[in-house]
């Protein structure tokens, strides 16, 4: 009687530490919110603190309460021949277990311990403009003491890689006249409406998308024709701009799809109004070579790589009717025309 008690016992035990153990077996899963047609790089590389940021993922954690920490790793194939590799990893601190989406990271009681990229992958992805290709989100769950409990991936393919929103004038770091300003960008199939936003950047230390972002724009996301790839930026102003001022300014295409569309935004540039009808010297010099090296033109780029040897007073401009110019009625003409300019000659004069 006394040995089938026991028995007895044993089984109720094994039956509650199974029982025990399947109840706090961890777990990870995460959602990918697709399509993604095309999202900035701040998006993708995680930063301390994404509040605001658009909700890439949503990862759900049970059971809830336990204390835990995330790794994430994220790995890009740009489909280069060479599969994937790793871009970006991030590690939480300890915190407890609960269900978040991506752009809560960083956040109070979701704070981040460390981060890590590959900068030279950075780099490439960030010269590209927008991510494309492939990327797969790798999360393993640890506990606090490090622990491994679970892991869970996902891969994601950029919808729409060719679709690229680029800025054409004015030039990133160009000196721009106090007048009309013309914005060029280029053209994205499907796009209903653009919007136009530009803000002024304070100090040199800002990053553009703060500058862009943070005080009161001077256009504020003014929509124009998805039909129109250029504008007076003044017709748009909110506010007048100053001569001395640096700004900044970012084009985005509302693109109609399954869903609602997406919004495709263009790189940032930044650029300086004139303190005075002319630009610096130094200013005017790294303007004019910024504006040939875009036209991609071997005879343009002989002519920039001359100008570094050739003193600024030595440099005329002239119109079509050989009269002389100032370098900023030659900068509103040279933007003008940039989309039609075929052809550059060198002649000694």
Aim: hydrophobic share 40%; charged share 20%.
């Amino acid at each position: 009687m006394k040995r089938k008690i026991i028995s007895i016992f044993s089984v109720f035990l094994f039956l509650l530490l199974s029982g025990t153990s399947y109840s706090q077996q961890a777990t990870i899963d995460l959602q990918i919110f697709e399509p993604l047609p095309e999202i900035d790089l701040g998006s993708i590389i995680i930063q301390n603190n994404l509040n605001g940021a658009p909700k890439v993922f949503y990862v759900q954690i049970t059971p809830a309460g336990k204390r835990v920490i995330v790794k994430g790793i994220i790995y890009w194939d740009k489909k280069d021949g060479a599969g994937y590799k790793e871009i970006f990893s991030f590690e939480t601190d300890v915190f407890e277990a609960r269900s978040f989406y991506s752009d809560q990271l960083g956040s109070a009681g979701l704070t981040l311990n460390s981060t890590s990229s590959n900068s030279d992958l950075t780099k490439d992805l960030l010269e590209k403009g927008k991510p494309t290709g492939s990327f797969k989100f790798q999360l393993n769950l640890l506990d606090e003491n490090r622990n491994f409990l679970a892991q869970t991936s996902k891969e994601v393919t950029f919808s729409n890689p060719s679709q690229t929103l680029r800025i054409i004038t004015p030039v990133s770091n160009s000196i721009q006249s106090v007048g009309s300003i013309i914005a060029r960008w280029s053209a994205i199939n499907g796009a209903a409406n653009y919007k136009i936003r530009l803000g002024q950047r304070i100090n040199p230390s800002q990053s553009l998308e703060d500058a862009l972002e943070s005080g009161t724009p001077l256009i504020n996301d003014k929509i124009v024709s998805g039909e129109m790839t250029n504008v007076d930026l003044r017709t748009l102003l909110d506010r007048e701009w100053l001569p001395g001022q640096e700004l900044v300014l970012r084009v985005s295409a509302s693109v109609g799809g399954v869903g609602g569309g997406a919004e495709l935004n263009s790189e940032i540039v930044n650029f300086t109004i004139a303190n005075s009808n002319e630009a610096p010297v130094d200013d005017v010099k790294s303007t004019l070579i910024a504006l040939l090296n875009r036209l991609q033109n071997d005879q343009a780029s002989q002519f920039a790589s001359a100008l570094n040897n050739v003193p600024m007073e030595n440099i005329k401009f002239y119109n079509d009717q050989g009269s002389e110019i100032t370098f900023a009625q030659f900068q509103a003409l040279f933007n003008s025309v940039l989309s039609s300019v075929v052809k550059v000659t060198l002649t000694n004069q």
